[in-house]
């Protein structure tokens, strides 16, 4: 039997969506009138609708792109980040009110409606 499932481009991670896809003709266009758009490449690439040369071409690019946001400090992990969620864990919980014994004045009566006056 065949698969099922169609052949994926380097780089893709999704479905290919249909020609009249809005997302599709928004990126398509955008890559079209500005190739080097970041966001463009990334789109087109993950979703396959690019050919096969110039999605490897655009992947390495993505890739290099990557590598060099890692390096300058994109990680995630910090020791500020970490320090800061130690000391927000041993906050002491607020009380929380009885919605019974607090009326915080929501209640409309049978006549209060907005814009009654104007009938």
Known sequence: MSDA??????GQKHPTPTP????R?????LYNQRPESEMAQEWCVSYGVLSEEDAA???KKILKRKAAAKSVGG?????????KKKSSSKKKAKK???????????????????GIGAL
């Open 57 to 59: 071409k655009i992947y």
């Open 75 to 83: 990680g995630s992990s910090s020791p500020v980040k970490s320090e």
């Open 20 to 23: 009249g896809n809005g997302d």
């Open 96 to 114: 929380v009110m009885d919605d019974v014994e607090f009326d915080a004045g929501m209640g409309a009566g049978g006549d209060e409606g907005i």
């Open 5 to 10: 499932a169609p052949k994926q481009k380097i």
């Open 25 to 29: 003709v928004f990126y398509e266009t």
